[in-house]
């Protein structure tokens, strides 16, 4: 079955948009983003109109935690000075990056997700993103709009994200289930954090394994998304906590199962594996299994 755009129908604070919507909507009053890996990337090539951003921006170090993302307070001017406005939709959209080629296909969703947590209702994701735009031959350039500073006002959203303490508390009941985004060599064994192997209960379905293989800027048909889930024990009923390293491919899960299947209880665990393997007494638990 051929996607529909915008995707999903029916509206809804993120929704997904395709290389041919966002070409003809070029002219119209929006906001756009290139979130592509280095800023030397969106100087090479980027969508005509787009501005930069960066997604590193929005997080930082907090006491012991090495990448939290930081108050509105402190996010609102750099957002009002690439020109968010709630009054018009902004596009993300990323690519693999033809200076360095860093690109994973993250990039837009811990933006599209930023974006959404800061307060803003009218988020389009490019799906496919800068590859498939140029590989159907679409314009890029390399001018620089100008910008006209806006008064976006952040706010950092409710019922999103779950703290530590509340993920401890309720991970384990039968009504709920922990997800883990990372690719499985990561979830089974040693990665880089102190410890080896996921947060005990943890369910793997890593993000890429949702997306198509040749572009994981591009989600897989819905049909094939719901075959994943379904094979996971993932369903309606449940709700579902969001997690991975450092919340960076949780986005990715949160943003599609929040509003493209739109599940009724959502979360997304933004400290993940880094901040529950800091705690000395937390036991992890390494191979395939959850448990």
Same mark, same amino acid.
């Given at each position: 079955?051929?996607?529909?755009?915008?995707?999903?129908?029916?509206?809804?604070?993120?929704?997904?948009?395709?290389?041919?919507?966002?070409?003809?909507?070029?002219?119209?009053?929006?906001?756009?983003?290139?979130?592509?890996?280095?800023?030397?990337?969106?100087?090479?090539?980027?969508?005509?109109?787009?501005?930069?951003?960066?997604?590193?921006?929005?997080?930082?170090?907090?006491?012991?935690?090495?990448?939290?993302?930081?108050?509105?307070?402190?996010?609102?001017?750099?957002?009002?000075?690439?020109?968010?406005?709630?009054?018009?939709?902004?596009?993300?959209?990323?690519? $693999? &990056?033809?200076?360095?080629?860093? +690109?994973? !296909?993250? #990039?837009? /969703?811990?933006?599209?997700?930023?974006?959404?947590?800061?307060?803003?209702?009218?988020?389009?994701?490019?799906?496919?993103?800068?590859?498939?735009?140029?590989?159907?031959?679409?314009?890029?350039?390399?001018?620089?709009?100008?910008?006209?500073?806006?008064?976006?006002?952040?706010?950092?959203?409710?019922?999103?994200?779950?703290?530590?303490?509340?993920?401890?508390?309720?991970?384990?009941?039968?009504?709920?289930?922990?997800?883990?985004?990372?690719?499985?060599?990561?979830?089974?064994?040693?990665?880089?954090?102190?410890?080896?192997?996921?947060?005990?209960?943890?369910?793997?379905?890593?993000?890429?394994?949702?997306?198509?293989?040749?572009?994981?800027?591009?989600?897989?048909?819905?049909?094939?998304?719901?075959?994943?889930?379904?094979?996971?024990?993932?369903?309606?009923? $449940? &709700?579902?906590?969001?997690?991975? +390293?450092? !919340?960076? #491919?949780? /986005?990715?899960?949160?943003?599609?199962?929040?509003?493209?299947?739109?599940?009724?209880?959502?979360?997304?665990?933004?400290?993940?594996?880094?901040?529950?393997?800091?705690?000395?007494?937390?036991?992890?638990?390494?191979?395939?299994?959850?448990?």
């Amino acid at each position: 079955m051929t996607r529909e755009y915008p995707y999903p129908p029916g509206g809804g604070k993120v929704r997904w948009i395709s290389t041919e919507w966002l070409e003809d909507k070029l002219e119209q009053e929006m906001t756009i983003l290139d979130v592509q890996p280095n800023i030397h990337d969106y100087l090479q090539e980027h969508i005509p109109g787009a501005v930069y951003l960066n997604e590193g921006f929005f997080r930082a170090y907090q006491e012991n935690k090495p990448g939290v993302f930081m108050s509105p307070k402190t996010v609102q001017p750099y957002l009002r000075k690439v020109g968010l406005s709630r009054d018009k939709p902004v596009v993300v959209y990323t690519g $693999k &990056g033809p200076f360095k080629g860093w +690109g994973d !296909g993250l #990039e837009q /969703t811990v933006v599209a997700y930023s974006l959404a947590k800061y307060g803003h209702d009218q988020v389009l994701v490019l799906d496919g993103g800068m590859e498939k735009w140029k590989k159907e031959g679409r314009e890029i350039n390399q001018i620089f709009p100008v910008v006209d500073e806006t008064d976006f006002v952040a706010t950092d959203k409710e019922g999103f994200h779950i703290a530590y303490e509340e993920v401890r508390r309720i991970k384990d009941e039968e009504d709920v289930i922990l997800l883990d985004a990372r690719p499985p060599h990561l979830y089974e064994g040693q990665g880089p954090w102190g410890k080896p192997g996921h947060i005990p209960g943890a369910v793997n379905l890593p993000w890429a394994g949702l997306m198509m293989k040749d572009n994981p800027r591009q989600l897989k048909p819905e049909e094939e998304i719901r075959e994943i889930i379904e094979s996971k024990g993932i369903s309606r009923e $449940k &709700g579902i906590i969001c997690s991975c +390293g450092t !919340g960076r #491919e949780a /986005t990715n899960e949160f943003l599609l199962f929040n509003f493209a299947l739109r599940f009724p209880k959502v979360w997304i665990y933004e400290g993940s594996f880094t901040e529950w393997s800091s705690y000395p007494e937390n036991p992890t638990v390494t191979g395939p299994d959850p448990y």
